[in-house]
């Protein structure tokens, strides 16, 4: 009889170890640095704030001018600014869950802005993005013309919202696919080739790429988390009650 409550002891901490173990990569800057993240493209662009958070006490902040130190390289084209994350795993066959928050304190203008995407590591080949015009959120094949899907009004400033994703990584367009949740909601299915060759490692950066303009422009990111499967990705963010910020 003594060996029963340690044996339900030894589950429920197995349990609660399974359960943590799910999780495997998460920025939440709750560090109070960008020190949780390996890279960080064009990085003058790149802080930590305290002033509107998604959860806990920090969020990480993206704000890009069309000064000099905003372009890429010296391309005069090109505003930019963007945190860098690339999963272990991303070779053929493999499937990666991933999801981020985000909130714009003012509405961004009425120009496209690449605010996620997917690119090959070796070859810098841009192969799946998320782009942002107005309040209009859509995703794409980066060589696209047009987009698989729109959302109009998604990204309404003055709210947390969450992005998630299921890749399953392929350079066969009948294999791979993604599969994108808008705060919760499945956008359903989209077939395509996720990789861009049978070698290269795929990498995916989240923040602020647009043409130069001389204009100020903030997102804030929080809530980045990796998981094993999509569930955990999609538990980290609560749809139902929606956080704003003064």
């Known amino acids: 009889m003594r060996l029963q409550p340690l044996a339900a002891l030894a589950i429920f901490v197995l349990g609660a170890s399974t359960a943590q173990a799910e999780l495997l990569w998460q920025a939440d800057f709750e560090s109070g640095d960008l020190s949780q993240w390996p890279y960080i493209t064009n990085p ?7 002033q509107c958070v998604y959860e806990g006490r920090y969020a990480g902040q993206i704000a890009i001018t069309g000064d000099e130190q905003y372009l890429w390289h010296g391309n005069e084209a090109l505003n930019r600014s963007e945190f860098n994350y690339q999963p272990k795993a991303t070779g053929e066959g493999d499937t990666t869950y991933l999801g981020w928050s985000f909130y714009l304190p003012e509405p961004l203008l009425n120009v496209k802005h690449e605010i996620g995407y997917w690119e090959s590591d070796n070859s810098w080949q841009q192969q799946m993005r998320f782009n942002l015009t107005g309040d ?19 990204a309404s400033a003055g709210v947390w919202h969450d992005v998630a994703m299921e890749v399953h990584w392929s350079i066969d367009p009948a294999r791979g696919y993604a599969e994108v949740w808008l705060d919760g909601k499945s956008m359903g299915r989209t077939q395509l080739p996720t990789r861009v060759n049978d070698t290269d490692a795929m990498f995916t950066q989240i923040g602020l790429l647009r043409h130069r303009i001389d204009a100020r422009e903030v997102i804030l990111i929080d809530n980045v988390r990796a998981g094993t499967n999509i569930t955990e990705v999609l538990a980290a963010f609560d749809a139902t009650t929606p956080k704003s910020c003064p």
């Open 44 to 50: 003058g662009g790149a802080s930590v704030t305290t």
């Open 136 to 154: 209009t959120f859509s995703f794409t094949r980066s060589d696209a013309a047009e987009p698989y899907w729109s959302q109009p009004g998604f």
